[in-house]
């Protein structure tokens, strides 16, 4: 007996689910089976216009809304989202394959605590007075700076929807938002949420549908105010391009990394090994910032080597609503064959296959937990992010060189580095050209510590009272005085 | 659950709990003695409380002491800010049984203690927003050193209160003490204890952890307990100017901690001639009247314009005289708290006729049966030499005085002691600037007066007190770098 579940599938436009204009959908997949779930709406240009035509219309409203109001919205939606916890991790394990007991104890409450850090910074966005001479009385305000668009990733897609809304409601802006086209589903279950928390129709709106189309949509659009992207590099520069090219609306863009894990002999070994397992397998290494150069001091080289692998043939891959499961699908058939083409190109290299290497089981996109060792600094697998559990293992002597090794790409989203000895850490620290540095941990984020790229990782920060910038425009007034 | 008999009075909730609040129980005081709390509005006594003695204080510290490194560390910003949030909930649930037991408690009119109260939830949700959003800096010294700061909690903080607004004093006071991770202990004051015990129920049910939050009632010689006391960090203390001298001293005397103090005002309301005569008499007589005229920041000196003046004393006395007092719990103008206050307004009325001012209405005790009743009560030709002009009252009794130029008023203004609050109504950009920018006062309002928002910072310029609380700035002084 097959059931049909009942699934929210349309877009949210001033607090109402309308189909496409088109009248077109596509198919959300089931990454463990490879079977449809269902089909939800493809937005395109004629959508992402009247979502704005709402978003812009919600505009004055909203941004003279007391930030107490806006902030008791916020919080009312964080309950909401705790609520209907199960539901939503549930959501996001059958849309994109994340294990079931991590979509919830990871990403519902990263995603509640985000709207709830938010919250408290509506009514404490201040502007300051200057003091520039008697004559004169002098200030700063800061509005917000209009109709934003945002367009988010698949492989976090709640804690990601509360990173780009939360700020940007608190600060008084309304928002168009697109979800990855592999990942639809929760994000318009939240739109039933946010209706439900009761925001004013037109401040939210979620449009389904493709990069190419919606999302081009977006950044070429002559009444958006402002683009957020979290994605690739190769598409931060497309919208880059496009916000350009249109109307000068601001941009900060999340994207790639090759981001290094340095560990020093001095370390804790078993603590090492861990840390260099889940900076890579976490999330089936569908980390923007995945910890995928692990640099080891050659004195621990081979000891690392055999009890890294140990750890990651333990790993348990499989369904991801089963709750023993720590790793389930790659998103997608797409990203299943690069990272397999990247896994080809390693051993093509003359990297060595310490473990995995494979498909993992004959259904669905699994990957086995891979480790390549004898890695070269200018192999393929060294440079370029792969996005999947295959970590690459490279040897170094001293902290000069490898500071410098780790420097050498153009990429800048985040390092760790594993050590006791003060001095090490802040040399690391302060010579690496990074976003984020993780000292003897990894992966961590908090709503508030800011997070963004160096160089091609990306432009500007989320999270922290440095997420709030990118969403304020600020306004001096002067008034002379008799 | 304890309520009142009599039918205008059925309303009033008492708290289930009339002991002091300590380690995370309810206890008597060490020596068992008790006091009577008294309704101002029928001079009966609601109920005894327990009278905290040193002793008292003393377990109360240690507690505190205690929770400071217990589970409540652990929390860290995220776990406090969470609480703060549930108790904002909570305490939104009971409004309207906290109001009028407030204002059956402190004769403070329903109509606006109850607003009051009524944002409370509100504020405490402020103060829970910074709890994860205080950050250390990181200046850039040089390449040999590396340098932070950390904001962290003061430690132990003694909160003793005042009893004209006993529950806002409450929460602006110990929403950012505990947000900023600091354990308590609150005095609040005699004659009014009623909210505080209601709220450490709430507080021990939403589950902050024993000993974060502590109440000892009593009376001078408690808070004098925690002044002197050397395990306290931190005392804030809401009261007159002359015991906060005396917290000052006790502060010096004993561990040096750190003083935070909100005391008298003798606040200045400046209406310019451009003004609308009968929105300036409205704004003037509610910032004397509201609450009884038991306000630290009533607009006191009445500055009128010269050229307004007589159309404006007219209005005013008709305004007064049509305001009626009688319960609080039915109408706006209650009674004066206590006998000790009825009897110094009564005086100060007295020494206002005798020094020459021209009584325009009011004057006399309100007559017919208990209740510590004054009527609203309004001079005119007032001058600032008189004691009436000088001198805090803390009741209805509004003063009005003539003035010809903006200097002259500006300095005017500023011959006082105190510095807590001023007002200013005109449509003039630049009357606003000479009095916002001029007057050494914490709070400027124009063409309003008396709100007051957590978001904003609230605290005296010279005798009026030092600290400020609400805003980034009152956050931080609940903390040390």
Sequence with gaps: ???????????????????????????????????????????DKEDIDKAVAAARAAFEGWRKTGPVQRSSLLLKLADLIIKNGDELAQLDSMDMGKPFAQAKAIDVYG???????????????????????????????????????????????????????????????TVVLKPAEQSPLSALRIGELIAEAGFPPGVVNIVTGYGETAGAAIANHMDIDKVAFTGSTEVGRLIQTAAAQSNLKRVTLELGGKSPLIIFKDANINEAVELGYNAIFFNAGQVCNAGSRLFVQEEIYDEYVQKFVERANKRVVGDPSNHGTEQGPQVDEKQFHRILEYIDIGKKGGATVACGGQRHGNEGFFIQPTLFTNVTDDMRIAKEEIFGPVQTLLKFKTVEEVVARANDTSYGLAAGVATKDLNTALKVVDGLRAGTIWVNNFHTIFSSMPFGGFKTSGIGRELGEYGLAQYSEIKSVMIKLE | VAKMADKNLNNVVLPTQLKLYIDGEWVDSVSGQKFPVISPVDEKVICHVPEGSLEDVDKAVAAARRALTGPWAKMGP????????????????????????????????????????????????????????????????????????????????????????????????????????????IKPAEQTPLTAFKVAELIHQVGFPKGVVNIVTGHGATGAAMTKHMDIDKISFTGSTEVGRLVMKAAADSNLKKVQLELGGKSPLVVFGDADVDEAVEIASNAIFTNNGELCTVGSRTFVHSSIYSAFVEKTRKRAQALVVGSPLEKNNGPLVDKDQYDRVLSLIETGKKEGAKLECGGIKHSGGPGFFVQPTVFSNVTDNMTIAREEIFGPVQSILKFDTVEEVVRRCNATQYGLAAGVITKDINNVFAISNNVKAGTVWVNTYLPVFPQCEFGGYKQSGFGREGGAEGVLEWTQT
Aim: aromatic share 10%; glycine share 10%.
């Design chain 2, 78 to 185: 995220k776990g406090r800010r969470n609480l703060l949030l549930k108790l904002a909930d909570a305490i939104e649930r009971d409004i309207k049984p906290l109001g009028v037991l407030e204002s059956y408690n402190n004769g403070g009119p329903v109509s606006f203690q109850q607003p009051v109260i009524g944002c409370l939830p509100d504020d405490i949700r402020y103060y829970a927003g910074w709890a994860d959003k205080v950050d250390g800096k990181v200046p850039n010294i040089s390449e040999e050193f590396h340098a932070y700061s950390r904001k962290e909690p003061i430690g132990v903080c003694g909160l003793i209160l005042p009893w004209n607004v006993p529950l806002w004093s409450l929460i602006t006071k110990l929403g950012p003490c505990l947000a900023m991770g600091n354990t308590a202990v």
């Design chain 1, 1 to 43: 007996m097959s059931t049909e579940k009942k699934y929210q599938t349309k877009l949210f436009i001033n607090n109402k689910f309308v189909d496409a204009v088109s009248g077109k959908t596509f198919p959300t997949i089931n990454p463990s089976t490879g079977k449809v779930i269902t089909h939800v709406a493809e937005g």
């Design chain 1, 111 to 173: 995603t509640a605590d985000c709207f709830r850090y938010y919250a408290g910074w509506a009514d404490k966005i201040h502007g300051k007075t200057v003091p520039v001479g008697s004559n004169f009385f002098c200030y700063t305000k800061h509005e917000p700076v209009g109709v934003v668009g945002q367009i988010i990733p698949w492989n976090f897609p709640m804690p990601m929807l509360a990173w780009k809304l939360a700020p940007a409601l608190t600060s008084g802006c």
